[in-house]
């Protein structure tokens, strides 16, 4: 039951106040934006990160971190060099990894953790179209592993999931665990794990077999042909195809189990299979599902236009603007449930303090399609205005046409499709002419090698586009969604009006004409954009940072 505003007020620096919390996924893109959130708006008494430890220790890791990331630029600006001091008794870097057992935790330090109060769980792999093993291993086994860690140190678990879970159902989704699979048929969740497991196995097993052996051999011979490659380089080659065939054949199982049981992608599903598991075996622990929607820059913290991951819709935007997309397959009427990361980051906190309080609902929604819905018509018109901002278009760009919602079907018979078979056969005819071709002074053979590989490169470049494109298919086209987020609400109308700039995150008054063409698409232009194009973004001023703690915390 969601507390109405009549309850009792809701205080988060109070209920966080001194309280021990564990998080896995603190270096993702939303991880850090949260942990900075936390650390400048509560006073938690440890903050217990679980971080893959790499070569040189996870303590080198967290400073690293701390020291590059401008997600922590507001940490920079209240402590400055006193950074390290002030937060060195607070954060506690853990050696562990989400897909091992037990989060690959040493026993010494699950003993330590006992009397923790709240686990949050926002680790996972965000790819849209993952390999079935590691999937399941970030987002199912994983989640249940921080279950049971938090049923063992006797805390409470903040599981962060995704809106999505819903597959294909249509209209309102509701805040709750749903039963079944979205295309209505039974769901067994248990079973559904073990068979995933099954079909990632095949796809090892698969790219070893005779059929496949022999399809490999014939794709090495034509790459060492036409990147004019000896025998000698044979075997790189071929272990580096057999990796992406199995690579390629586990996202398709993947997707195709996904799909049949009325899921977008594997990566939803695996994310249901955790929730419906963890909702299963809580027992007693307290428990709140956390869904964001799509989450996208900041509006204003860290600071205005902060992004970083290329998973949400930067692919898009700069395939509409800067790239070759000129017909978007999607609905005009189609809502695009997009969220500023900064009012995910302080739904986060309100939820763990409702959890700490005994008052958080299973399940949270953060998204902006209930209450300040933004149509795909209006997202294609502001991308071009942004674009037309920044980049007038002068002499022949003028006669170039702006992108539009389209069809499916439009959209393969004139855009990215299309370009990409041109590129392919384009360079399928330079390489075969340039075979013909006589060896002289001109080179004209070696000048026709070349550009078949530009002309590959492209194709690869298009195909990466095309497929960005088809994975957000779902979000834009298929489904027809909106999601209720009656239960946050309801926790932050408890909120002092003192506090509900730092912790409100309902994104109703959201002005989406400023947010898109002042704030998200110039934060893509300056972080997201030049990693699409092959580059590195403007470097950040790098600031030191040594984390004071214990001698035997430090390697």
């Known amino acids: 039951m969601i507390p109405s505003a009549a309850s009792a007020g809701l205080d988060p620096r109070a209920l966080l106040a001194g309280r021990r919390l564990l998080v896995t996924g603190a270096s993702g893109f939303l991880g850090k934006v949260w942990l900075c959130h936390l650390l400048c708006e509560t006073e938690p008494a440890e903050v217990n990160l679980v971080l893959r430890p790499g070569r040189r220790g996870a303590l080198s890791r967290l400073e690293e971190l701390l020291s590059a990331s401008p997600a922590f630029r507001p940490l920079h600006e209240r402590y400055g060099e006193d950074l390290g001091r002030a937060l060195g008794g607070v954060l506690r870097p853990l050696a562990g990894d989400l897909g091992a057992p037990g989060l690959g935790l040493a026993p010494g330090e699950r003993e330590r953790l006992r009397g923790v109060d709240l686990v949050v769980n926002l680790a996972g792999l965000t790819s849209l179209d993952p390999e079935l093993a590691p999937a399941l291993a970030a987002n199912t086994d994983g989640a249940l592993a921080a279950l049971e860690l938090a049923r063992e140190v006797g805390a409470a678990l903040l599981h962060v999931s995704t809106a999505y879970v819903a597959g294909k159902r249509r209209g309102v989704v509701p805040e709750a665990v749903h039963a079944g699979a979205p295309g209505g048929d039974p769901f067994d969740a248990v079973r559904e794990r073990e068979d995933l497991r099954a079909l990632a196995a095949r796809a090892a097993r698969e790219a070893r077999d005779g059929r496949a052996e022999a399809l490999l051999a014939k794709r090495v011979a034509e790459q060492l042909r036409r990147h004019g490659r000896g ?59 956390f869904r964001p929607t799509i989450v996208e820059s900041a509006l204003r913290f860290p600071f205005p236009g902060w992004k970083e991951g290329l998973q949400t819709s930067a692919p898009l935007t700069w395939a509409l603007t800067y790239g070759p997309l000129r017909a978007l397959p999607a609905r005009p009427r189609a809502v695009l449930d997009v969220v500023p990361v900064d009012f995910v980051a302080r739904g986060l906190t309100l939820a763990a303090a409702a959890l700490l309080a005994g008052e958080a609902p299973l399940v949270l929604h953060c998204g902006s399609s209930a209450r300040n819905p933004l149509p795909m018509r209006r997202v294609v018109e502001l991308t071009n205005l942004a674009h037309r901002a920044a980049h007038p278009p002068r002499g022949w760009r003028r006669l170039l046409p702006e992108a539009v919602p389209t069809s499916p079907a439009r959209y393969r018979l004139a855009s990215l499709p ?12 330079c390489a075969l002419g340039g075979e013909e071709l006589p060896q002289g002074r001109f080179g004209l053979r070696e000048r026709s090698a070349s550009l078949a590989r530009r002309l590959e490169r492209a194709e690869q470049r298009l195909r990466g586009l095309e497929e960005a494109v088809e994975r957000f298919l779902p979000f834009v086209y298929d489904h027809q969604q909106t999601f209720a987020t009656g239960g946050l609400r309801g926790l932050e109308a408890r909120l002092a009006p003192a506090d509900r700039e730092a912790f409100a995150a309902d994104p109703a008054t959201l002005d989406w004409h400023a947010y898109w063409t002042e704030v998200h698409i110039p934060g893509l232009r300056r972080w997201v954009y030049p990693r699409l194009e092959g580059r ?14 214990p001698a035997e915390a430090r390697p």
């Open 231 to 289: 025998a000698v380089h044979r075997e790189r080659f071929l272990a580096r195809e057999r990796a992406a065939w199995e690579a390629e054949r586990s996202v398709a199982l993947g997707r195709e189990r996904a799909r049949a049981w009325g899921w977008p992608n594997a990566y939803t599903l695996t994310k249901a299979l955790a929730e419906n598991l963890l909702a299963a075996r809580r027992g007693e622990v307290p428990l709140c599902v």
């Open 418 to 429: 299309l370009l990409r078979r041109l590129a392919r056969e384009a360079g399928e005819l």
């Open 536 to 549: 590195r973004s403007a470097p950040e001023p790098r600031r030191p940072v040594r984390l004071t703690c």
